[in-house]
C-alpha cells in the first residue's frame, strides 16, 4: 500500500461505533476542526522529530504503524477522499449536461411539431 502510494481495492470494514459517526452541525464547526487538527498535528510532529522512541500503534485494517506510515497513512486517506468527491462532481456536471442536453431535444421536438 505505502510503496504504491494509494489504498488496495479490498474493502475493510471500521469498528461498529463508525455507523454512528455523527455529522458537523456546520462549515463553520468543520473549518475551525480542522484548524484546531492542524495545530495539533503540527504540536506532535515538532514532540515525534525530536523524540528518541520508536514505537508502533496498531490499525485495525492494516496492521502496525511507525509515525511515519501513520503521517503518510492520513495524507493518502485524504487524497483518497478528495479523488472521491472529484468524480462525483464531475458525475454531477456530466448530469447537469445530460439534462440540458434532453431540455434542448425537447424544445427542438416542440418547435418542429408546431
Known amino acids: 500500500m ?9 474493502r475493510i ?18 473549518l475551525t476542526d480542522l484548524r484546531t487538527l492542524i495545530a495539533r498535528i503540527t504540536t506532535l510532529l515538532s514532540i515525534v522529530n525530536h523524540s528518541k522512541y ?3 500503534i496498531q490499525h485495525l485494517g492494516f496492521g ?3 509515525v511515519n506510515d501513520w503521517i503518510e497513512f492520513a495524507d493518502m486517506h485524504h487524497m483518497h477522499y ?5 468524480v462525483i462532481l464531475k458525475l454531477k456536471l ?4 445530460i439534462i440540458k442536453i434532453n431540455r434542448l ?5 416542440h418547435e418542429g411539431n408546431s
Open 2 to 10: 505505502f510503496a504504491n502510494d494509494t489504498f488496495l481495492d479490498d
Open 13 to 30: 470494514e471500521g469498528p461498529p461505533s463508525n455507523d454512528h459517526t455523527p455529522q458537523p452541525i456546520n462549515k463553520q464547526k468543520v
Open 54 to 56: 520508536e514505537v508502533e
Open 64 to 66: 502496525f504503524f511507525n
Open 82 to 86: 478528495f479523488t472521491h468527491k472529484l
Open 94 to 97: 456530466f448530469s447537469l449536461k
Open 105 to 109: 431535444i425537447q424544445v427542438v421536438k
